[in-house]
């Protein structure tokens, strides 16, 4: 059954990995956002991350301490998360 669901009237969720206590969010309108989801029934937005001219994000993997996201226009980035709250 569903727990929550996390108002995205701001942006546009095209993918999402997790991790521990936060999700990050592929947003097409060039953001990779990281909520917090350690108590299900109220996430919040943490962290916003702004792409290169605004692009797309389309996927998100997470790899070990590494977060690939692609995008549309500007190939992919590579995160550190390790603290997802500095990166």
Known sequence: S????FDTDNF?????ETNGYY???????????VINVFN??????VEE???QFNS??????LYGRYLYVGT???GFYIFDVADPLQM
């Open 12 to 16: 546009t969720a095209y993918d999402v």
């Open 72 to 74: 549309v226009s500007d």
């Open 40 to 45: 299900p029934l109220e996430p919040y937005e």
């Open 56 to 61: 797309a994000a389309l996927s998100v993997r």
């Open 23 to 33: 999700a990050y969010v592929a947003d097409y309108n060039g953001y990779l956002r």
């Open 49 to 51: 991350l702004r792409f």
């Open 2 to 5: 569903i727990l929550f669901t």
